[in-house]
């Protein structure tokens, strides 16, 4: 049973709208990340949350911006959407920062910009 | 940095022979962990396996995998391959002190298996 929650499944849009997706995990995780799955099916870590804190940024478009309203969701806001923003965008929890911790990931959001 | 590569893009099989993802990494920290997910289309990654210590085999669903620190491998092998196995596998690093818990990704094998 998925634990960790994504909104919405699929979203369709221009380039330079504005989009924004939400992930909630009801396992009491205290890490959250988002990753993204393009084309090729590379998966890149984007962002970390710990304890609401960032401790992970990898260098992304600075029209990405994660935000955390507490340690249970984690939303991601695309500021002016790109082509190559075009993606799957997976969020996913865990217990922690410790190495030997799996991500559990959710279903992800799958973007087209046209 | 650290890295994962998977240097097979596409493995297609005949149902019921062995399987074997490759699986390479490089990390200057020794105690990284490595492991094996699974993706079906349109449902999330699932764990399948998770190094265990240095040259021991971890199992799970029929998969195995053993962590060789002195060829910094984590191949996934299954004895017999099923048509359910068809999927992308991702083997993916994990080192608490460099990556903060982030999993570091190979580039994915997809496993296709035919009758």
């Known amino acids: 049973e998925t634990a960790v929650f994504q909104t919405p499944n699929y979203h369709v849009t221009q380039v330079g709208n504005e989009v924004s997706f939400n992930c909630k995990q009801t396992?009491?995780?205290?890490?959250m990340y988002w990753y993204k799955q393009d084309s090729k099916k590379l998966l890149k870590i984007m962002f970390s949350y710990n304890n609401k804190q960032l401790i992970v940024n990898e260098t992304v478009p600075r029209r990405f911006s994660p935000q955390s309203s507490d340690k249970a969701h984690l939303n991601l806001r695309i500021k002016s959407v790109e082509p190559e923003d075009s993606a799957v965008y997976l969020c996913?929890?865990?217990?922690?920062?410790?190495?030997?911790?799996?991500?559990?990931f959710g279903e992800g959001t799958r973007l087209s910009v046209l | 940095g650290d890295s994962v590569t998977q240097k097979e893009g596409l493995v297609t099989l005949t149902e019921g022979l062995p399987v074997m993802l490759n699986c390479t990494y490089q990390?200057?920290?020794?105690?990284?962990?490595l492991f094996w997910y699974v993706h079906y289309l349109n449902e999330s990654p699932r764990l399948l396996l998770k190094?265990?210590?240095?040259?021991k085999r971890t199992e799970h669903q029929g998969f195995h995998a053993t962590l060789h620190k002195s060829s910094s491998s984590f191949h996934l092998q299954k004895s017999s391959a099923q048509l359910s196995d068809s999927a992308l596998y991702y083997c993916?690093?994990?080192?608490?002190?460099?990556?903060?818990?982030?999993?570091?990704f190979g580039q994915g094998t997809k496993l296709s298996i035919k009758p």
């Open positions: 190094s265990s210590t240095d040259n």
């Open positions: 996913a929890s865990s217990s922690g920062t410790d190495n030997n911790q799996a991500p559990l």
């Open positions: 990390t200057i920290y020794s105690n990284a962990f």
């Open positions: 396992l009491g995780h205290d890490t």
């Open positions: 993916a690093l994990s080192d608490r002190y460099y990556n903060q818990g982030k999993l570091i």
